[in-house]
């Protein structure tokens, strides 16, 4: 790369993946000289496309958010329900608009079309579950497809890009190094066939054992990587040059090369590693005493004069020891950053909004009742609150109307005494009473008379303005800002704007028709889900808390990985929700290639 770098007639592109490219841009500008920005640029496959649309055509600025593909993807269930043959009873669950996305996403990824899962239904034995689950699949992706033809899916651009290469000699005479993929989509490697076709040199990386072996379990994924590159080679007519890369040049202990070398041996027999403190285990009896365990070791280690922000810790799901790893963190006084994005649909402002249409929809069920009042932000005080949520509890109250009329039953349940103590506490249920209600009232009225979606998003706005919602998120704000809890002050303050957009998002999308209330709670539920409020870190030296999948290591020094047990981290790998391994490999015979079953994915 370095010698195609110095050619300055010569266009030299790195292609690595997405979550890596930062980190791999800034390595490139220490490694590379000066005047490698003249020909040089680190790229990942969305950036490629965008770099070709540029250049060529094909740019959208309509992209649609996940939000509303989510939406898509359920209404798309919910409209065809009565003919769906295997997931026609799904479409009151807002999860499984999720799970349906999921699978549209990759068909478009391997560049599978609704025509295609039709042919292999075809194929498929008559009256089967597969056959079923073809049919629902291909009539769902289609639908999915047509009510989002107005606007541009990211999805789709590796695709078009592969198409747009076809037609345009982008990489010509162009040198062009593909690292750091584990394995690659069937669109990604229609681009990679294009790049091989007009590029002059073409580099791609592929996980193996120094002398190529990749016999074993962790290397499947690979596996069908050099075959799959082998044949685009052969298409291409390119000379394949295969070069062995010996020694593990990223550790910096004996002891982590020798856990590389030897994570996957379950055989015994090897040698044991050099003890030179490059691993460390330590065995704790619970989470607590795990966030105990490491406080102690990042306080040991500042002191002998590392930097808080050369040490990581990295748990399966951070946000299982949310309340534990940064209480500890705190309290040891340690400054720290966890990179957990907020799933806003388990917040107060939202649940105040999906409470209220729950309680219309359930006709005001007693724990629904309670919910909704525990949110803080219907209106009521806190002496207001707890007297009400008692009286509701202990009278086991729901129904609509048995909340229109005044109470009259002893607030202290069945007891024979009566006096003024007690018609004082009525008298203050009473009044909470009221004010839950009236501004629930209104709220029901504004939904009958909505004529469209739009409509029903304006009557909720007014419904939170009418309960000074964005007052009282301020208010939080500032609580959270006086005991020194600048992020969650941030994302509090953040929480408002976010809903208004979800209420945007579904007055936007237009779905054909006006939903029903259970039907615009679960679509709020669905918009809700793919919405998050992440912070951003507030110090430049300050310890890095985050999951697996989402950390990036970067340039760390020391990483803790909290949590490590078998079958919870790593987490095993499992079947998918929609289409079973053998589904999998009967699509495979038939044409359709999709990523690989529990071998290949424990592999990656």
Request: net charge negative; glycine share 8%.
């Given at each position: 790369a370095r010698d195609a770098v110095s050619e300055p007639k010569r266009n030299v592109f790195l292609i690595v993946p997405e979550q890596e490219t930062v980190a791999i841009e800034s390595r490139a500008l220490d490694i590379l000289p000066p005047s490698a920005a003249l020909n040089a640029e680190v790229l990942n496959f969305s950036r490629l496309a965008n770099r070709v649309f540029r250049k060529y055509g094909g740019l959208t600025y309509n992209y649609v958010g996940k939000g509303v593909k989510s939406l898509a993807a359920w209404n798309a269930v919910r409209t065809l329900s009565p003919v769906l043959r295997e997931y026609g009873a799904h479409r009151n669950f807002a999860d499984f608009g999720d799970m349906i996305l999921s699978a549209i996403e990759e068909f478009k990824s391997y560049s599978v079309s609704p025509a295609a899962l039709e042919r292999a239904m075809e194929k498929a034995p008559k009256d089967s579950r597969l056959a079923s689950k073809l049919y629902d699949l291909s009539l769902i992706y289609a639908t999915y497809n047509n009510m989002l033809s107005g606007y541009g899916d990211g999805s789709d651009d590796i695709g078009k890009l592969a198409s747009v290469l076809a037609e345009h000699d982008f990489f010509a005479g162009a040198s062009v190094y593909i690292d750091s993929f584990s394995s690659f989509t069937g669109a990604e490697l229609r681009v990679i066939s294009r790049i091989v076709a007009g590029a002059e040199k073409t580099v791609v990386t592929v996980c193996a054992e120094g002398d190529g072996d990749i016999s074993g379990l962790q290397f499947d994924a690979a596996k069908k990587t050099l075959a799959s590159l082998g044949r685009i080679a052969e298409k291409n007519g390119a000379k394949v040059k295969t070069t062995y890369l010996s020694g593990n040049l990223r550790a910096k202990k004996k002891s982590l090369s020798h856990l590389s070398a030897n994570i996957w041996n379950f055989g015994g027999g090897g040698t044991a590693a050099e003890d030179d403190g490059g691993v460390e285990f330590i065995k704790c009896t619970n989470v607590y005493e795990e966030a105990e365990a490491v406080s102690a070791r990042i306080s040991?280690?500042?002191?002998?004069?590392?930097?808080?922000?050369?040490?990581?810790?990295?748990?399966?799901?951070?946000?299982?020891?949310?309340?534990?790893?940064?209480?500890?963190?705190?309290?040891?006084?340690?400054?720290?950053?966890?990179?957990?994005?907020?799933?806003?649909?388990?917040?107060?402002?939202?649940?105040?909004?999906?409470?209220?249409?729950?309680?219309?929809?359930?006709?005001?069920?007693?724990?629904?009742v309670i919910s909704y009042v525990k949110t803080e932000l219907c209106g009521l005080d806190g002496i207001e609150s707890d007297l009400l949520c008692d009286y509701v509890s202990r009278w086991g109250l729901n129904g609509e109307k048995t909340f229109?009329?005044?109470?009259?039953?002893?607030?202290?349940?069945?007891?024979?005494?009566?006096?003024?103590?007690?018609?004082?506490?009525?008298?203050?249920?009473?009044?909470?009473?009221?004010?839950?209600?009236?501004?629930?009232?209104?709220?029901?009225?504004?939904?009958?008379?909505?004529?469209?979606?739009?409509?029903?998003?304006?009557?909720?706005?007014?419904?939170?303005?009418?309960?000074?919602?964005?007052?009282?998120?301020?208010?939080?704000?500032?609580?959270?800002?006086?005991?020194?809890?600048?992020?969650?002050?941030?994302?509090?303050?953040?929480?408002?704007?976010?809903?208004?957009?979800?209420?945007g998002m579904i007055a936007d999308f237009d779905c054909g028709e006006v939903y029903s209330l259970p039907d615009f709670e679960t679509a709020l539920g669905v918009a809700l889900s793919q919405t998050s409020?992440?912070?951003?870190?507030?110090?430049?030296?300050?310890?890095?808390?985050?999951?697996?999948?989402?950390?990036?290591?970067?340039?760390?020094?020391?990483?803790?990985?909290?949590?490590v047990g078998d079958g919870v981290f790593p987490a095993p790998a499992k079947e998918s929700e929609l289409l079973s391994d053998e589904d999998r490999s009967f699509l495979s015979e038939s044409g359709i290639e999709l990523s690989g079953g529990v071998d290949e994915r424990s592999s990656n």
């Amino acid at each position: 790369a370095r010698d195609a770098v110095s050619e300055p007639k010569r266009n030299v592109f790195l292609i690595v993946p997405e979550q890596e490219t930062v980190a791999i841009e800034s390595r490139a500008l220490d490694i590379l000289p000066p005047s490698a920005a003249l020909n040089a640029e680190v790229l990942n496959f969305s950036r490629l496309a965008n770099r070709v649309f540029r250049k060529y055509g094909g740019l959208t600025y309509n992209y649609v958010g996940k939000g509303v593909k989510s939406l898509a993807a359920w209404n798309a269930v919910r409209t065809l329900s009565p003919v769906l043959r295997e997931y026609g009873a799904h479409r009151n669950f807002a999860d499984f608009g999720d799970m349906i996305l999921s699978a549209i996403e990759e068909f478009k990824s391997y560049s599978v079309s609704p025509a295609a899962l039709e042919r292999a239904m075809e194929k498929a034995p008559k009256d089967s579950r597969l056959a079923s689950k073809l049919y629902d699949l291909s009539l769902i992706y289609a639908t999915y497809n047509n009510m989002l033809s107005g606007y541009g899916d990211g999805s789709d651009d590796i695709g078009k890009l592969a198409s747009v290469l076809a037609e345009h000699d982008f990489f010509a005479g162009a040198s062009v190094y593909i690292d750091s993929f584990s394995s690659f989509t069937g669109a990604e490697l229609r681009v990679i066939s294009r790049i091989v076709a007009g590029a002059e040199k073409t580099v791609v990386t592929v996980c193996a054992e120094g002398d190529g072996d990749i016999s074993g379990l962790q290397f499947d994924a690979a596996k069908k990587t050099l075959a799959s590159l082998g044949r685009i080679a052969e298409k291409n007519g390119a000379k394949v040059k295969t070069t062995y890369l010996s020694g593990n040049l990223r550790a910096k202990k004996k002891s982590l090369s020798h856990l590389s070398a030897n994570i996957w041996n379950f055989g015994g027999g090897g040698t044991a590693a050099e003890d030179d403190g490059g691993v460390e285990f330590i065995k704790c009896t619970n989470v607590y005493e795990e966030a105990e365990a490491v406080s102690a070791r990042i306080s040991a280690l500042v002191r002998t004069g590392m930097r808080y922000r050369d040490i990581g810790v990295v748990a399966r799901r951070a946000e299982s020891y949310a309340g534990i790893i940064d209480a500890s963190l705190e309290k040891s006084g340690i400054p720290y950053f966890m990179s957990l994005p907020s799933d806003i649909s388990s917040l107060p402002l939202p649940g105040l909004i999906t409470g209220a249409l729950r309680l219309k929809n359930r006709d005001f069920r007693t724990e629904d009742v309670i919910s909704y009042v525990k949110t803080e932000l219907c209106g009521l005080d806190g002496i207001e609150s707890d007297l009400l949520c008692d009286y509701v509890s202990r009278w086991g109250l729901n129904g609509e109307k048995t909340f229109s009329a005044p109470f009259t039953m002893n607030p202290d349940g069945y007891s024979q005494k009566t006096g003024e103590k007690q018609e004082k506490k009525l008298e203050i249920i009473n009044g909470a009473r009221e004010k839950l209600i009236a501004p629930l009232a209104s709220l029901y009225a504004s939904l009958a008379e909505a004529e469209s979606n739009r409509d029903l998003c304006r009557a909720v706005f007014e419904y939170m303005n009418d309960l000074h919602a964005s007052e009282s998120m301020q208010r939080f704000a500032e609580e959270y800002e006086a005991v020194g809890d600048k992020a969650e002050a941030g994302e509090t303050l953040r929480l408002y704007n976010a809903l208004l957009d979800v209420l945007g998002m579904i007055a936007d999308f237009d779905c054909g028709e006006v939903y029903s209330l259970p039907d615009f709670e679960t679509a709020l539920g669905v918009a809700l889900s793919q919405t998050s409020i992440g912070s951003i870190p507030t110090s430049c030296d300050e310890v890095t808390v985050g999951s697996a999948s989402m950390l990036r290591a970067g340039e760390l020094k020391v990483v803790f990985m909290i949590g490590v047990g078998d079958g919870v981290f790593p987490a095993p790998a499992k079947e998918s929700e929609l289409l079973s391994d053998e589904d999998r490999s009967f699509l495979s015979e038939s044409g359709i290639e999709l990523s690989g079953g529990v071998d290949e994915r424990s592999s990656n």
